[in-house]
């Protein structure tokens, strides 16, 4: 089964602390990606990052900065220096070929506040 | 260029009716993908199209939900006599084709249709 489970239902902390979100997928498929999305109160979803299971380098892109690790079937999202802006709901998904069909299966995020 | 549409923002609708929500995808993208998201919940898969086919139906929560696509165009979520939990966004999303075996194109999402049950 697909599956992602981001075990942290709510984040709250002061502006400029480093907060990671937590990202922990299951699939038996050998070929699959992962990927971050963010909602903000307006409610759009933004996309912020996708990683393929067979690349396992970690990326840094300004504040954010993704640690993928197939030993741990996890793929954690760290915001460096945070700020207010970065309050949202984070979606943590996994996308796999699956019986022959796309499916994107999320989380069922994390909802981070970022205090003044 | 434009992102993906959907309409109506917002719908209201009694107990009981039919409603019908529109999904415009970006022009070019095969695949379309709706979810459902509750109040403070995450994102319901609900069908997946790829061109006019639904390969994926498996997250459809009853037969009063069904959905079409005209060929890589247009998308329509239909719920048949609405019931006060099927309140919450429907969001439409689209990508573009995949590369070989390098299915790695992001989704892009829309607004979200707001729909309200009473």
């Known amino acids: 089964a697909q599956k992602v489970t981001q075990a942290q239902t709510e984040i709250s902390v002061v502006e400029k602390e480093d907060v990671t979100l937590d990202c922990v997928y299951e699939?038996?498929?050998?070929?699959?990606?992962l990927f971050w999305y963010k909602q903000p109160p307006s409610g759009e979803l933004v996309f912020l990052i996708r990683?393929?299971?067979?690349?396992?380098q970690n990326e840094i892109s300004g504040r954010y900065s993704w640690n993928f690790q197939k030993s741990t079937s996890s793929f954690n999202f760290t915001i460096t220096a945070s700020q207010v802006v970065d309050s949202a709901v984070y979606f943590c998904?996994?996308?796999?070929?699956?019986?022959?069909?796309?499916?994107?299966?999320f989380g069922q995020g994390t909802r981070l506040t970022i205090n003044p | 260029g434009a992102g993906v549409s959907q309409s109506p923002s917002n719908k209201v609708t009694e107990k009981g009716k039919d409603v019908e929500l529109r999904c415009d995808p970006i022009?070019?993208?095969?695949?379309l993908y709706w979810y459902r998201q509750r109040l403070g919940q995450g994102l319901e898969f609900l069908i997946y199209f790829q061109g006019n086919s639904a390969p994926d139906k498996s997250g459809l929560p009853s037969d009063r939900f069904s959905a079409e696509r005209t060929g890589e165009s247009v998308s329509t979520l239909t719920i048949q006599r609405t019931q006060q939990e099927d309140s919450a966004v429907y969001l439409c999303a689209s990508r573009s084709r995949d590369r070989g075996l390098s299915y790695n194109s992001p989704l892009h999402f829309g607004n979200g249709t707001r729909l309200t049950v009473t």
């Open positions: 990683r393929n299971s067979f690349d396992e």
């Open positions: 022009s070019g993208h095969t695949a």
């Open positions: 998904a996994l996308r796999a070929l699956i019986q022959g069909a796309q499916k994107l299966v």
């Open positions: 699939t038996r498929d050998t070929t699959y990606y």
